[in-house]
C-alpha cells in the first residue's frame, strides 16, 4: 500500500512540476528540482527512518556549514541534491565543484541546474573519485543512486549496465585546478569512500569540514576494511563521529552518515 501511494504522489508531483520544477524552499528563498530529485525537507531530521533522518540532517549541516564565497565539493552528486543547496549557498562569489560519473544522473543534475538560474552553476566534473589517476569500470542502472565502482552495491534484482569511467585522486585534481582550499566536502559513493580519502590526504589536513556516507556492505569488493578507514581518520589527525548522534563510530563499521572532524 505504501509504495503504491509514492507511486502516486510521484505521478501527481510530475504532473503539477514538469516544467519549473518542484519547490524546496529554504531560509527565505526557494530552489526547485525536478520530481523525485529535491533534497530531503530538514523538518524530517528526528525521524526514525535512518535514511531520511540522516538526509535532513545532512541538508542541516551544509546550511549551517557554507556561506557567501566558500568552496565546496560534492563528490557522488547524482541529481544535485546537495550541489545546487550548496551553491546557493555558496553565491556568485563562491564556487561548488561537483563530481558524478553516472552519465544518466549527470542529465538529471543539469537539468536542476537549469531550474535554478538564479544560483551559480557548480562546475561538474563527469568522472569519480578514488585514490588512482586512470579508468575504471563503474556500474549503473539508469541514473539510480546505488550506481557505483562495485557491482555488490547495486540492487541485485535489476539489469546493470558496465560503462568505462575517469577516476582521479581529488588532491591532484585540485592542485591542477589550482582552487582554495574547500571549506565543506560531502563523499556518497557507495562504498568507495574509503579510496576516495586515500586520494585526498593534503585535504584533509586542512580545515575543510567533512561529511561522508560509509557503505560497508561494499567494502569486501573494494578490498578495504573497517581498520584501512580508521587508520586513514587516525594519520590526518581527524576523528569520526555520526551525524545522528550516537557518537563515536567503531569496529566493525555499519551503514550511516558520519563526520570526520579535525581532533
Given at each position: 500500500m505504501r509504495a503504491q501511494v509514492q507511486k502516486l504522489v510521484f505521478m501527481l508531483k510530475t504532473i503539477l512540476y514538469s516544467r519549473a520544477g518542484e519547490p524546496y524552499p529554504f531560509g527565505g528563498k526557494t530552489l526547485r528540482f525536478t520530481p523525485g530529485s529535491r533534497p530531503v525537507r530538514t523538518k524530517y531530521r528526528n525521524s526514525t527512518n535512518a535514511n531520511v533522518r540522516n538526509d535532513a540532517l545532512q541538508v542541516d549541516l551544509v546550511l549551517n556549514s557554507l556561506q557567501e564565497g566558500d568552496t565546496a565539493i560534492d563528490i557522488g552528486a547524482h541529481a544535485g541534491q546537495y550541489g545546487v543547496l550548496m551553491s546557493a549557498c555558496c553565491g556568485a562569489s563562491g564556487q561548488v565543484i561537483c563530481f558524478e560519473p553516472d552519465p544518466d544522473a549527470l542529465t538529471r543534475l543539469k537539468e536542476n541546474i537549469a531550474l535554478n538560474p538564479q544560483i551559480k552553476s557548480p562546475q561538474l566534473?563527469?568522472?569519480?573519485?578514488?585514490?588512482?589517476?586512470?579508468?575504471?569500470?563503474?556500474?549503473?542502472?539508469?541514473?539510480?543512486?546505488?550506481?557505483?565502482?562495485?557491482?555488490?552495491?547495486?540492487?541485485?534484482?535489476?539489469?546493470?549496465?558496465?560503462?568505462?569511467?575517469?577516476?582521479?585522486?581529488?588532491?591532484?585534481?585540485?592542485?591542477?585546478?589550482?582552487?582554495?582550499?574547500?571549506?565543506?566536502?560531502?563523499?556518497?559513493?557507495?562504498?568507495?569512500?574509503?579510496?576516495?580519502?586515500?586520494?585526498?590526504?593534503?585535504?584533509?589536513?586542512?580545515?575543510?569540514?567533512?561529511?561522508?556516507?560509509?557503505?560497508?556492505?561494499?567494502?569486501?569488493?573494494?578490498?578495504?576494511?573497517?581498520?584501512?578507514?580508521?587508520?586513514?581518520?587516525?594519520?590526518?589527525?581527524?576523528?569520526?563521529?555520526?551525524?545522528?548522534?550516537?557518537?563515536?563510530?567503531?569496529?566493525?563499521?555499519?551503514?550511516?552518515?558520519?563526520?570526520?572532524?579535525?581532533?
Open positions: 566534473v563527469n568522472a569519480a573519485c578514488s585514490d588512482t589517476n586512470g579508468t575504471a569500470t563503474f556500474f549503473t542502472q539508469g541514473g539510480n543512486s546505488q550506481s557505483s565502482l562495485a557491482k555488490s552495491a547495486l540492487p541485485q534484482d535489476r539489469e546493470t549496465k558496465e560503462i568505462s569511467v575517469r577516476t582521479f585522486r581529488l588532491d591532484d585534481w585540485w592542485a591542477s585546478e589550482g582552487l582554495e582550499a574547500p571549506a565543506f566536502v560531502k563523499i556518497d559513493t557507495e562504498g568507495a569512500e574509503v579510496h576516495i580519502l586515500r586520494g585526498m590526504p593534503k585535504i584533509l589536513a586542512s580545515k575543510a569540514k567533512i561529511v561522508c556516507e560509509l557503505h560497508p556492505f561494499a567494502w569486501d569488493e573494494f578490498g578495504v576494511t573497517f581498520q584501512d578507514l580508521e587508520s586513514i581518520i587516525v594519520q590526518s589527525g581527524r576523528t569520526m563521529k555520526w551525524l545522528d548522534g550516537r557518537g563515536r563510530v567503531e569496529s566493525p563499521g555499519e551503514y550511516g552518515t558520519v563526520i570526520i572532524e579535525r581532533a
